[in-house]
């Protein structure tokens, strides 16, 4: 009885967000988008990997928004970012994102494909710590950045913090992960989607203790998030990881990559290094201490919902 309640309470707390000016546009915009990713869908299936990669260090060709980061920091500018998309997806869900960062200065983006026949987060995990250990090994940089999307984001956090996989990950940013799991996985029955339930073992195997986990989190969700039931499970709370939620309001699951607040707080993360995650700009809000920050509670007046930019 519990089960039902609970996913019906969730519903009613999306239909409250979705009622809002906010949400109204926000819902407009997840249509839209959707319709547009999958006349790019096919093209995301071409090839298991991609690549946006900046050859030498000459910066007189590039434009001020991107050589500005390279003369500020040209090791964060050149730190490998790894995008991982999410459940039956494919990396075309990163074409606004991808194009941001290169934009904002950063000088090497990785996209991959898993399959979607994909069906169990372990294997993934596992699957992707080699693909991470082959991107250390190719461009000498002992720790990359890694962004997932949904499903993606939760076969990340099981390589860093099960695996071993935060000496190589310096930041994991996740987008609409289903952290705590999400009862909409209850609505299909295989190994995969059994995992993904709240309290499976999967869920407790991740909130076990993680001792001296050196990667920082940044952790996006939202209140109009359809996927990830409830919403708020796409928070991260665990007392050993440093990690900082952003709440966001009237954005939908597919939109987060898209929205230009979270392109602008990912690219403003990954601008700025140290070993800690905290930041080393003076002016710059620091990601925090080792320890969860506290989850903002998403606005419920109006507002403008986070905006497309195509251009990044």
Not at 170 to 185: I, R
């Amino acid at each position: 009885m519990r089960r039902p309640r609970a996913f019906l309470a969730a519903v009613g707390e999306v239909a409250g967000a979705l009622l809002t000016p906010t949400g109204l546009a926000g819902a407009a915009l997840e249509a839209s988008w959707m319709g547009l990713h999958l006349g790019l869908y096919p093209l995301g299936l071409l090839g298991p990997r991609a690549s946006d990669r900046r050859q030498g260090y000459r910066l007189g060709h590039l434009p001020p928004s991107q050589r500005g980061l390279a003369i500020q920091n040209v090791e964060a500018a050149e730190t490998p970012i790894l995008l991982v998309h999410g459940m039956v997806d494919n990396r075309s869900i990163f074409t606004v994102l991808r194009r941001g960062l290169v934009r904002r200065g950063f000088g090497r983006i990785e996209t991959i494909n898993y399959s979607i026949f994909t069906g169990d987060v372990r294997a993934a995990a596992a699957d992707l710590g080699a693909e991470v250990e082959r991107i250390v090994e190719e461009t000498g940089y002992e720790r990359i950045h890694v962004i997932g999307h949904s499903m993606g984001g939760l076969i990340a956090r099981y390589y860093v913090t099960r695996l071993g996989g935060d000496q190589h990950v310096h930041t994991l940013v996740t987008l609409g992960t289903p952290h705590q799991g999400s009862y909409l996985a209850y609505t299909w029955n295989n190994g995969l989607t059994r995992q993904l339930r709240p309290r499976s073992a999967l869920m407790k195997e991740l909130a076990a203790p993680v001792a001296e986990c050196q990667t920082r989190f940044l952790v996006y969700w939202s209140d109009l998030d359809q996927v990830v039931v409830p919403q708020h499970n796409a928070a991260l709370h665990h007392p050993d990881l440093n990690v900082h939620n952003v709440a966001l309001h009237g954005v939908g699951h597919m939109s987060l990559p898209i929205t230009s607040s979270v392109v602008h707080g990912i690219s403003t993360a990954l601008a700025h290094l140290d070993t800690s995650g905290a930041t080393v700009t003076p002016g710059v809000s620091s990601l925090g201490s080792r320890r969860t920050t506290a989850t903002r509670k998403p606005r419920s007046g109006p507002a403008i919902p986070g905006r497309v930019d195509p251009a990044g």
